[in-house]
């Protein structure tokens, strides 16, 4: 089984990461992790917070602009110590055309190429869109992408909350297109809002079943992008679940 982690996006609006982290690293070791997938401004804090707290660095997660200049980021992760960025969307949001998705795929390669000689994987994280729209060649986002990205330099963080939205089995997904999964996101969703692990309608049980096939992938990692409620207690809630159902969950 691939490492676990958390990511940390569920505080925001509720706690300051840049200038409380300590608040928020606690509550993600009391719910179980020992990673964490998130970022600061600083390298050094965040590595030094993080040791506080028994916590590993899993991950960063940036936006494709973000990579058009990849030492830095082989510079921070040097410090940090994780191995692994994940990046959401194309170069442009609002702005989904072919020479949108052409450029982000020469960024993310020649980003994935400089990251992986510096002993960093590169993952995209994908949304709906990428499932839903087909704005190149007759295809979707995800599969113009799958085609275009080099597969030694960028595979992908499957995300199966977004999966489930856009109406596509995340199992059989999973399955599918194992060889090219190199991260995988745990999210579930009630119809209406985000919630923990267990709590919406995704199918999580039979995506736990599947996580042996997943050879390539390097993280797991529980995420929910907001609540209007408590962030720690959804935490613990993740927590909760992964210790039930995902084995070796530590």
């Known amino acids: 089984m691939p490492a676990f982690a958390t990511q940390l996006i569920v505080f925001n609006g509720h706690v300051n ?9 606690a509550a993600a070791r ?19 917070r993080l040791a506080a707290h ?18 830095p ?22 702005q989904r055309t072919q020479a949108d998705h052409d450029a982000t795929i020469d960024t993310l390669n020649a980003a ?3 990251l992986r000689a510096g002993g960093i994987y590169l993952h995209y994280h994908n949304h709906d869109f990428e499932l839903l729209e087909k704005p190149v060649s007759g295809v979707t986002t995800l599969q113009y992408l799958m085609d275009r990205l080099d597969p030694a330099a960028v595979d992908f963080c499957i995300d199966v909350g977004w999966l489930h939205r856009a109406g596509i089995d995340p199992a ?42 997943l050879k390539q992938a390097r993280w ?4 929910q992008d907001d609540t209007p409620g408590d962030p720690a207690a959804c935490l613990r809630a993740a927590g909760k679940w992964c210790a039930l159902h995902l084995d070796d969950f530590s």
């Open 30 to 48: 009391a719910a179980g992790f020992t990673a964490v997938e998130t970022q600061l401004t600083d390298a050094k804090r965040l590595r030094e």
């Open 172 to 213: 059989r997904f999973l399955g599918e297109n194992a060889a090219r999964i190199g991260y995988l996101h745990l999210k579930d969703w009630n119809g209406r809002a985000w919630v923990p692990p267990g709590q919406g309608q995704v199918d999580l049980l039979s995506v736990a079943r599947i996580l042996p096939q």
């Open 112 to 114: 994935g190429r400089a």
């Open 73 to 94: 980021w082989i510079d921070y992760l040097g410090i940090t110590e994780a191995r692994d960025i994940c990046s959401s969307g194309l170069l442009h949001w609002h």
């Open 220 to 223: 797991i990692t529980c995420e």
């Open 17 to 25: 990461l840049e200038t409380d982290p300590d608040t928020v690293f």
């Open 54 to 71: 028994g916590l590993k660095h899993a991950a960063a997660h940036v936006v494709a602009g973000q990579l058009q200049e990849p030492q």
